[in-house]
């Protein structure tokens, strides 16, 4: 761990005063698809000792985050969920705690790929159910659209949108929205008060607690994206279900994309070369920062970390 920087920030779910800086992040190009010509302060990723969170401080305030988030086209993130191996955890997870949900709201549906595959994949055969009614809370008005469109109903922007709706749901999912999201407790609070009791959460994002993240820690490509500011141990896990009076069913650490040989081996490559950027000393940090900027034109993003790891979580509160 770094040494205490003198300017430690209140945490932004518990707000205790007890949090330590485990390193600066590396500055960024970048926010979704938006590119800057000048790199962003990243800020430091911090730890917090008494609810366990991992979070980026600074970072951009949440008013700010959704206003980029909405300003997003509809092709960012479209078609991605359908090609990932987290799809089908989350269908074999479905399966087991929620078999027959009347009522499914997507927090963060984007276009509703993934409310699609359940009801194509994970209810498709069921014939003794009716069929669940799919909702979505999507704050791109595109993708909202769009979601809109293959019979979703959109439920509002955000969580608070849920709220003033009496509506109850069986199933909620978040999934690649904590890490978007600094106040958790407040999330999960949200959640919880729309949902049935024996309803279910289910939560896939980044895990800090993976031998992946604690390896490469504020060097994690993960962390360095500049839209992530918030990252699941599975302590938070516990002191989430505690603070919204949920039961954490399962905390289970998975693969999130499949890998081709070859990928696995480019991506050890540049790992390889990035680890060796990030090794030399501080007073070339320009140089370094525009090879690694070069590197990221070759694919993605500045930051290059060997993946093809268990470096999400998939998990499961039941409300009581
Ligand atoms: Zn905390």
């Not at 979070?55 to 008013?63: E, V």
């Amino acid at each position: 761990m770094s040494p205490k920087l003198g300017l430690e920030p209140l945490c932004p779910a518990c707000s205790g005063v007890n949090s330590q800086s485990i390193g600066k992040i590396p500055d960024n190009y970048h926010f979704c698809a938006q590119r800057f010509d000048v790199a962003t302060n990243s800020g430091h990723l911090w730890e917090c000792l008494e609810c366990g969170l991992w979070y980026r401080y600074p970072c951009f305030p949440p008013k700010q985050l959704i206003d980029m988030y909405s300003q997003q086209p509809e092709s960012v993130w479209s078609g991605e969920k359908g090609a990932r191996l987290d799809i089908l955890e989350i269908d074999a997870c479905l399966k087991t705690y929620a078999p027959s949900p009347r009522l499914i709201c997507d927090i963060g549906c984007f276009t509703g790929d993934l409310l699609i595959y359940l009801r194509d994949h994970t209810y498709h055969d069921n014939d003794n159910i009716c069929k669940p009614q799919l909702f979505g809370v999507e704050p791109s008005e595109a993708a909202a659209k769009y979601a809109h469109g293959r019979g979703i109903e959109i439920a509002g922007a955000t969580v608070l949108d849920l709220r003033r709706s009496d509506r109850r749901f069986d199933l909620v999912l978040l999934v690649d929205v904590f890490e978007h999201t600094q106040d958790t407790k407040e999330l999960f609070r949200n959640c919880s008060s729309v949902m049935t009791s024996g309803g279910y959460l289910v939560v896939v994002t980044g895990a800090a607690d993976s031998g992946f993240n604690r390896f490469w820690k504020h060097n994690s490509y993960y962390i360095a994206m500049p839209e992530h500011v918030a990252f699941l141990t599975q302590k938070h896990a516990d002191w989430l279900a505690q603070d919204s009076t949920m039961i954490l069913k399962e905390f289970r650490l998975i693969r999130r994309n499949h890998m081709t040989d070859s990928a696995k081996l480019k991506s050890l490559l540049r790992s390889l070369i990035f680890l060796a950027l990030y090794s030399l000393p501080d007073g070339i940090q320009t140089n370094r920062m525009r090879i690694i900027e070069r590197l990221r034109k070759l694919r993605g993003r500045g930051v290059e970390n060997w993946r093809n790891q268990e470096d999400h979580v998939l998990t499961v509160f039941q409300v009581v």
